[in-house]
């Protein structure tokens, strides 16, 4: 996916939404306004992305509640996939389940073995409204499966059961982000 662009050089960098704020646990809207303020969106999920040293970032980890992400991902080849996807769908989840440490900028520091499958295919549009399908394999793949999550309402802790899931609750609660109760 060619972008007119280079991700991250003029967005700002925006704070994180941290677990247990409801944004990360709502379904995202669709993007319906394809204007200046949808690029802007774009360029800050690179910038802030970058400077959490990511891979990928959906909307709703900067407080943007619509079906957008982006990427800058290796894949298991150490190939290097870089874009974003609006109202992204993902088609296909498929292959072998891996169980993998996964980890998430809304849950700094913390990851988990989570399964996922190793391939995915991924299609919306691009800012402009052009439409693209983004092939994910491997580690490539988990990051297309997390970032839809997002979208979905979902992080990875959902995904987990049993003392996977609460281990990394209770770390959630130590951490010096994390829900007080």
């Known amino acids: 996916m060619r972008n007119s662009f280079i991700p991250g050089t003029r967005g700002r960098v925006r704070p ?27 360029e800050d999920l690179f910038a802030t992305m970058y400077a959490a040293q990511g891979v990928g970032l959906a909307a709703n980890q900067v407080g943007r509640s619509l079906r957008v992400f982006v ?12 874009g974003h996807v609006v109202n992204p769908r993902l088609v296909e989840a498929d ?3 891996l169980r993998g440490p996964e980890g998430c900028l809304s849950l700094p520091g913390l990851e988990a073995g989570t399964e996922r499958y190793d391939h995915a295919v991924v299609e919306g549009v691009t800012v402009t409204g052009e439409p ?11 990051c297309l499966q997390h970032e839809c999550d997002h979208l ?24 010096s982000w994390g829900e007080r109760g």
Do not use: I, M, N
Not at 71 to 82: A, K, N, S, W
């Open 95 to 97: 292959g072998v389940v």
């Open 152 to 175: 979905e309402g979902r992080v990875y802790v959902d995904r987990l059961e049993g003392w996977r899931r609460r281990k990394v609750l209770r770390q959630v609660a130590k951490a």
């Open 71 to 82: 990427y800058d991902c290796p894949d298991d080849e150490d190939v290097r996939h870089l």
């Open 16 to 42: 994180l939404t941290l677990h247990g704020d409801p944004r990360l646990h709502a379904p995202c809207a669709e993007v319906t306004d394809f204007g200046p303020e949808l690029a802007s969106l774009v």
């Open 132 to 142: 693209v399908t983004v092939h994910g394999t491997g580690f490539f793949a988990r």
